[in-house]
């Protein structure tokens, strides 16, 4: 029989939240059931239950930066066991089959990836997330968590973690190269500490310089104020790879000019309106404007595993149950240094 599950959900667009019950399915043969213990605010979290982009799938239970810890496992589970540290991000389910499942990067999947909440499964009905006690999972889409890094701690690194961690890795941060992080929020915070743990030299570009020994700390190697216009003219053809993680519209003719010959400007940030660009910013330098999703499990398991290995922790504020309204104000204003987590414990 399914199980009930205490969960906090938005009834409608833009409503407080609201504690209620859902039934979760019993864990099928290659099914993880997870007692979660704590769950990651995201501001994409803060975009649905607000209807930015787009309707949603009311009542909504947001969260998909999921950690706890295996209550029991199908008969066909390899790899987990009741106990394990574990985790779930932005995704539950995808074909298995087409090109991009087979490569592990499952968030391209030509089906269409199944999303943790305010999705709907191959079955049609609809996702929940983590703002819950319980979730059950396939255990293909469940990560285990390293015992190095604290399950509150490890929360954001579902998202935050793995939405830097893949643009960074794939445009090649590391040894000699300059990468610039735009934005020094939930995201940047972990892209600056990823970034230097990969070896390379790290400017954090923000709109002042208000955050910046919090930048220093995370390993920033400079720190600009991109409200400076003398900021662009200094900065001029000086980086390999800006890595953007802010949800506003920028100028971007003038980040593309601090780029060097090569460089690429990858965008992880969606912001509600397009921005505008000239076409010469990229044809006379050979630069590339880009953008990133996250990645698929096996690399968000090498995220895990590389965090741990680096110390590489997301800077967190624990909340209750019934504080995640004033959160969500507060994450909006940007007061949040740097990242909600849930402590579900206070579900009671």
Known sequence: MPTTTAVLQSPETGAPFERATIERRDPGPHDVE???K????????????????GSGIFPMV???EIVGVVASVGDEVEGFAEGDRVGVGCFVDSCGECEYCADGEEQHCTKGVVLTY???DYDGNPTHGGYSTRIVVKDHFVVH????IELDVAAPLLCAGITTY??????????GKRVAIVGMGGLGHVAVQIAKAMGAEVTVLSQTTSKEEDGRRFGADAYYATEDRETFRKLRGSFDLILNTVSANL?????LSTLRVGGAMVNVGAPSEPDTYHAFSLIGGRRSLAGSSVGGLPETQEMLDFCAEHGVEPQIE???????????ERIADSSVRYRCVIDIASFG
Do not use: M
């Open 145 to 148: 968590v390293p015992d190095e």
């Open 62 to 64: 947001p969260g998909h």
């Open 318 to 328: 624990r909340v209750t149950v019934d504080e995640v309204d004033g959160a969500y």
């Open 118 to 120: 305010n999705g709907k």
């Open 34 to 36: 997870i007692e979660i």
């Open 166 to 175: 893949s643009p960074l890795k794939r445009w090649g941060a590391g040894e």
């Open 251 to 255: 100028p971007i003719d003038r980040y």
């Open 38 to 53: 704590h769950c990651g605010i995201c501001h994409s979290d803060i975009h649905q239950v607000e209807g930015d982009w």
